[in-house]
Antibody, heavy 120, light 103 residues
Framework: VQLLESGGGLVQPGGSLRLSCTTS????????MTWVRQAPGKGLEWVSG????????YYADSVKGRFTISRDNSKNTLYLQMNSLRAEDTAVYYC??????????????WGQGTMVTVSS | DIQLTQSPSFLSASVGDRVTITCRAS??????LAWYQQKPGKAPKLLIY???TLQSGVPSRFSGSGSGTEFTLTISSLQPEDFATYYC?????FGGGTKVEIK
C-alpha cells in the first residue's frame, strides 16, 4: 500500500491550492479516505473524509465551506481543493486510508504528507 | 461535541520502563478507539484499533484496553525506538498527544 500526496506549497492568504493523493496497492474504490493535518509543532487535526463512492463528504468546522474533498476511483486518487486559505491552515496535510470495517474508524495507512504554507 | 483528552501530555521514562497513556472521552464512545505513534517528521503509524487489537507488525509490548470513556495504551517495556508522540483517535477526533521522551 502506498499513498503519495502532492500539490502543497506556499500560497498567499485568500489563495487556493489543490492537493492530490495518489494511491496504489489496494482497491481504492473499496475504502473511505480522509485528510488529516498537523500545524507546525501541534497535534493531529482531522480535516475531511469521503465515502467509497464519493457520494458523502464530511468536513471539520474549521474548513467547512472553504475546502472540498473529492475522489476519482478510476485514477485511484483523492483530492482536497482548498480555497480562501488562511494563515491558520498552514500545516502538513496527510491523506489516510480508512481500515476495513473491523478496524472501526482507524486509519491504517498514511501518506508522507505535503506541506502547505499560507503567508504573504 | 465529544472531546478526547490524553494524559499525561508529556512523559519522561527510561528504557525498560512500563508506560501507560490514558485517553478519556468527554462522553461514552464506542470501542472504535485507535492509537497511533508518530516520530518527528514522519506520518502517524497505526498501533492499536478497536481499542485493543494490535495492528499487524506492531510489537506485542504494545497493548490497548478500555471502554466507555476511558482507554489506555500500555508499553510493557519501553524500547529506544518507542520514544515518540502517541495519539488516540475515534471517528473525526484526535487526542492532544503524549510525548514520550528519554529520562
Amino acid at each position: 500500500v502506498q499513498l503519495l500526496e502532492s500539490g502543497g506549497g506556499l500560497v498567499q492568504p485568500g489563495g487556493s491550492l489543490r492537493l492530490s493523493c495518489t494511491t496504489s496497492g489496494f482497491i481504492f474504490s473499496n475504502y473511505a479516505m480522509t485528510w488529516v493535518r498537523q500545524a507546525p509543532g501541534k497535534g493531529l487535526e482531522w480535516v475531511s473524509g469521503i465515502s467509497t463512492s464519493g457520494g458523502s463528504a464530511y468536513y471539520a468546522d474549521s474548513v467547512k465551506g472553504r475546502f472540498t474533498i473529492s475522489r476519482d476511483n478510476s485514477k485511484n486518487t483523492l483530492y482536497l481543493q482548498m480555497n480562501s486559505l488562511r494563515a491558520e491552515d498552514t500545516a502538513v496535510y496527510y491523506c489516510a486510508k480508512a481500515g476495513p470495517p473491523t478496524f472501526g474508524s482507524a486509519f491504517d495507512f498514511w501518506g508522507q504528507g505535503t506541506m502547505v504554507t499560507v503567508s504573504s | 461535541d465529544i472531546q478526547l483528552t490524553q494524559s499525561p501530555s508529556f512523559l519522561s521514562a527510561s528504557v525498560g520502563d512500563r508506560v501507560t497513556i490514558t485517553c478519556r472521552a468527554s462522553q461514552g464512545i464506542n470501542s472504535y478507539l485507535a492509537w497511533y505513534q508518530q516520530k518527528p517528521g514522519k506520518a502517524p503509524k497505526l498501533l492499536i484499533y478497536a481499542a485493543s487489537t494490535l495492528q499487524s507488525g506492531v510489537p506485542s509490548r504494545f497493548s490497548g484496553s478500555g471502554s466507555g470513556t476511558e482507554f489506555t495504551l500500555t508499553i510493557s517495556s519501553l524500547q529506544p525506538e518507542d520514544f515518540a508522540t502517541y495519539y488516540c483517535q475515534e471517528l473525526n477526533r484526535f487526542g492532544g498527544g503524549t510525548k514520550v521522551e528519554i529520562k
